[in-house]
Nanobody
Framework: QVQLVESGGGLVQAGGSTILSCAAS????????MGWYRQAPGKQRGLVAT???????NYADSVKGRFTISRDNAKNTVYLQMNSLKPEDTAVYYC????????WGQGTQVTVSS
């Protein structure tokens, strides 16, 4: 099993920044890809960004140039630096880890006020 503990988020003004982190524990030897997804009210959960073990990254078009994903393999932690936030970034953000199976964090709310 892999356990994920998310932190960060909260209420941010439009144009502001915040950072999310997600620490993995458990069967972490098998982790390959780490990433973030988000779900806004009334919408499906969708990709924000992913980062592979070799640190190649993938971003949703809507966040390119504003968000940066990174990982610290020594700490088994993935980060999401979120800059130039917009009200449409308001959502619950979920950490995602792919190991021998797929694991999800509990979700953390990010609310961007206009």
């Amino acid at each position: 099993q892999v356990q994920l503990v998310e932190s960060g988020g909260g209420l941010v003004q439009a144009g502001g920044s915040t950072i999310l982190s997600c620490a993995a524990s458990g069967s972490i030897f098998s982790i390959s890809q780490m990433g973030w997804y988000r779900q806004a009210p009334g919408k499906q959960r969708g990709l924000v960004a992913t980062i592979a073990s070799a640190r190649s990254t993938n971003y949703a078009d809507s966040v390119k140039g504003r968000f940066t994903i990174s990982r610290d393999n020594a700490k088994n932690t993935v980060y999401l630096q979120m800059n130039s936030l917009k009200p449409e970034d308001t959502a619950v953000y979920y950490c995602n880890v792919r190991a021998y199976s797929v694991f999800w964090g509990q979700g953390t709310q990010v609310t961007v006020s206009s």
